[in-house]
């Protein structure tokens, strides 16, 4: 197994509301193989997010194991998680968080060469994303911080493809896209899948839902009070 | 893996007043390491002492010296420390007046450097000089100009060039962004992303700046009067904070 998620516990102590403690998951459990895809389904709410934000170690897991590529994500060192996210765990969130002044292109070469490809070689992987996902030519040399929406979603996809990770979290990879740009980043995940790579999705897109995920597992089960 | 830098149990009293109390941490090489609180949080005080500038009362600072391996620099004798101070170390401040000889020429200022661990040959400094001028982007026709004409985001451009152009291995930066305008800052925040990576450095920073630490920091310290109350990944400790002082950090940005 590629991911491994066992007995997964999660909750949120608000200090500065009386303390509150907020339980927002309870014994979440599942696998994904190699070259599986597996969708997070579940009504809003449900923690799907939660879930895959504890994935990528961006949330702190109160129990459980997270098991990726070798690395217990819910008990690792900064410097695991991080090693971790360069060379084996990929994340493609809804929104691009832009560092202002970088170019397009060296956006989405960056995880390449963080993995010590060569520069040539990145660039080239870099404009083949950014032309399947059609974003204009003229744009690539300039930041994506003043881009559309839309555009900036298709950066953020063809970086988070950029480098062959063996994990990979999509969050909601389809949403807002026209359908060329749609099909698009579904034939990305399939090649992903083909050449073996462990996927998690939230798609509310059902289509693309039913074409990609090989399972569904459904984050209902794991809130607390809910199952 | 050797840590670049090992601290263990660094206390610092002021009197009966606590500066900064039992902090350990392992710095990595290649890792950049943000230290956020609110004023008189202990953190220049820690940064200071993790620099050689004060001695701590208590603890041990230890740096994965070229030559020797892990040494601790608190007990290390005043010439060795300098002459980590001037090589493998940089220090870049706040206030870029405190870092740069002010009636020194722009060129002059990156050159001492050179000439303080050996460099003599007047044209090989000036290429040196020239070519990282380059890199912080300064115009090489600024050379000869005093860092006193300078605006304020040159001479902190100014001020990094000056700290790296002996090839550090660690930096130790205390509100390298405080005072200066949003654009000049993203302009030095996007450089310093890209000398870091390029150059493989390692840096400890002290800000305020929670977007600043999010953009440059691997990790996250969080101190509060004088103790550390969370430490994290960045990302982690900024999205999921653990602590009730974090939590209030968080929520106190404004959006923007």
Redesign the interface.
């Known amino acids: 197994m590629m991911i491994q998620v066992e007995k997964l516990c999660k909750s949120?102590?608000?200090?500065?509301q009386g303390g509150a403690v907020i339980p927002v998951m309870q014994d979440a459990q599942f696998d994904v193989a190699p070259g599986e895809c597996v969708g997070l389904i579940g009504a809003s709410g449900a923690g799907k997010s939660t879930l895959m934000?504890m994935l990528y170690?961006?949330?702190?897991a109160a129990s459980g194991h997270i098991r990726i590529g070798g690395v217990d994500v819910a008990r690792a060192e900064?410097?695991e998680?991080?090693a971790l996210r360069r060379d084996r765990l990929g994340y493609v969130s809804q929104f691009l968080r832009v560092?202002?002044?970088?170019s397009t292109l060296d956006v989405v070469a960056e995880p390449l060469?963080?993995t010590g490809c060569a520069p040539e070689s990145a660039g080239a992987r870099a404009r083949d994303l950014l032309e399947r996902l059609n974003i204009p030519r003229h744009l690539w040399t300039l930041s994506p911080t003043t881009f559309s929406g839309g555009e900036q979603q298709r950066v953020n996809i063809a970086r988070g493809f950029a480098y062959a990770y063996p994990a990979l979290l999509l969050d909601e990879p389809t949403a807002s896209l026209d359908a060329g740009n749609r099909e698009v980043v579904l034939a990305l995940i399939e090649e992903a899948k083909a050449r073996g790579a462990a996927i998690v999705g939230i798609f509310h897109d059902e289509a693309a839902r039913r074409r990609v995920c090989d399972r569904e597992v459904d984050v209902a089960r794991f809130t607390p009070g809910l199952a | 893996m050797t840590p670049l830098l090992q601290v263990e149990a660094v206390s610092k009293f002021y009197g009966a007043r606590i500066g900064c109390t039992d902090v350990s941490f392992d710095l990595?090489p290649g890792?950049v390491m943000g230290i956020v609180g609110e004023s008189g949080s202990g953190k220049s005080t820690l940064l200071n002492c993790l620099a050689g500038h004060l001695p701590p009362d208590a603890g041990a600072v230890r740096f994965d010296t070229r030559a020797d391996g892990l040494r601790d620099t608190v007990t290390m004798n005043e010439p060795e420390r300098r002459m980590l101070g001037r090589t493998d170390w940089a220090f870049v401040h706040q206030h870029a007046r405190d870092g740069l000889r002010m009636n020194v020429s722009a060129g002059g200022n990156v050159g001492e450097r050179l000439m303080a661990v050996g460099a003599r040959h007047y044209g090989d400094i000036r290429n040196t000089a020239t070519d990282w001028l380059g890199r912080v982007e300064i115009a090489a026709d600024r050379i000869d100009d005093r860092p006193s004409a300078f605006s304020g985001g040159m001479q902190q451009r100014l001020q990094i060039a000056r700290n790296l152009v002996t090839g550090p291995r660690l930096v130790f930066m205390d509100e390298p962004t405080g005072g200066l305008d949003v654009s000049v800052q993203?302009?030095l925040?996007?450089l310093m992303?890209g000398l870091v990576?390029e150059m493989g450095l390692s840096a400890i920073i002290v800000t305020h700046d929670l977007a600043v630490v999010r953009?440059l920091a691997?990790?996250l310290m969080v101190m509060k009067d004088g103790h550390v109350v969370e430490?994290?990944?960045t990302?982690?400790v900024l999205?999921?904070p653990?602590?009730?002082y974090t939590?209030?950090l968080v929520?106190s940005v404004l959006q923007v």
């Open positions: 949120f102590t608000l200090h500065n934000r170690g961006n949330y702190l900064p410097r998680i991080l560092v202002p002044r970088v060469l963080r | 990595y890792e993203a302009r925040l996007d992303r990576r953009l691997d990790r430490t994290g990944l990302d982690q999205d999921d653990q602590h009730g939590q209030l929520s």
